[in-house]
């Protein structure tokens, strides 16, 4: 069964969000659907023509407007092209369930394949991460390599525990912006931004497959550059174990970063690192 809003009123609210977030973004952008097997699916596309194309997949429950704070450093020498996952709210549409990793293969594929580019740059945030990786694993021909940003993948996921973390991440949101630079990491005015868009995204229902876990034989087979930026603190997996499983894959396409203090939450805590590492993987990985 295909993901959906809990009801008229709540996709109207949800889509109020997005639209008065969207006035954010930062450079001119073209808006499209791309038609794939599973629904239309949203892309917008910004920046030049000439340089290594970069494709933004954002974490669960959220929309590629989670990457607003990013695109004028990215677009600047890049084309750029930010996805509404499909499955997820936003303006792509689930008319055919996905239900597997294969049909997430398939979907990003279809995609990838309208873009017009041999090859293109993955960055992936938590669930976009595990997209892209996903992706990598199965059907790397489009791909010029994947920088994952605390990816999922790495561990199953406790979900009472990751729900307790989300409800405390989300607590400062609701502080007046002088009290949040003193307790939190980031910019206050990111996060009043897109707090609105955050708590319309609770009325939606997904129906996503469920977390796969890489295995070592699919994390050796990757045949890709990858970098896997992780934070110290991460609620999702524990980040020295996964940078020594990955150290003893010996695989050398595979590198791993872990950041000091951060947690699942890296790029609102770390924006500015998270735009320097996508921009030096990308020209260091033109495919």
């Known amino acids: 069964m295909p993901g959906t809003f809990a009801n008229p009123k709540a996709q109207e609210r949800y889509f109020a969000a997005y639209a008065e977030a969207l006035r954010k973004w930062p450079v001119p ?11 239309p699916t949203r892309v917008r596309s910004s920046g030049p023509a000439g340089g290594t194309p970069i494709v933004l997949l954002h ?24 996805i509404d996952s499909i499955g997820e709210p936003g303006h792509s549409v689930e008319t055919v369930a996905v239900r597997t990793d294969d049909d997430l293969a398939e979907w990003l594929s279809e995609v990838l ?62 502080l007046p912006a002088a009290i949040q630079r003193r307790i939190v990491a980031g910019d206050p005015e990111v996060r009043r931004t897109l707090r609105p868009l955050l708590f319309a995204t609770f009325a939606y229902k997904a129906q996503l497959p469920p977390q796969h876990v890489f ?26 174990e996964v940078a020594d499983r990955v150290a003893a894959l010996k695989n050398p396409r595979i590198r791993t970063e872990i950041v000091p203090g951060a947690t699942h939450a890296l790029t609102l805590q770390q924006p500015g690192l998270v735009t320097a590492r996508v921009l030096d993987f990308a020209e260091a990985n033109p495919g």
């Open 29 to 39: 952008a073209e808006e499209r659907d791309v038609e794939t097997k599973f629904g």
């Open 59 to 82: 974490g669960v429950m959220g929309s590629s407007l989670s990457w607003y704070p990013h695109l004028a450093e990215l677009a600047a020498r890049h084309p750029v092209y930010a």
């Open 113 to 174: 394949d309208s873009l017009g580019h041999e090859k293109v740059c993955l960055a992936g945030v938590s669930r976009g991460g595990f997209l892209a990786l996903n992706l990598a694993t199965r059907s790397p021909g489009r791909i010029a390599g994947v920088i994952g940003l605390e990816p999922a993948g790495f561990a199953a996921i406790n979900v009472a525990k990751f729900v307790l973390w989300a409800l405390k991440e989300i607590g400062p949101w609701l």
């Open 215 to 240: 295995t070592d034989n699919e994390l050796r087979a990757i045949e890709v550059p990858v970098l896997l930026v992780l934070g110290e603190r991460s609620h999702i997996h524990r980040a020295r």
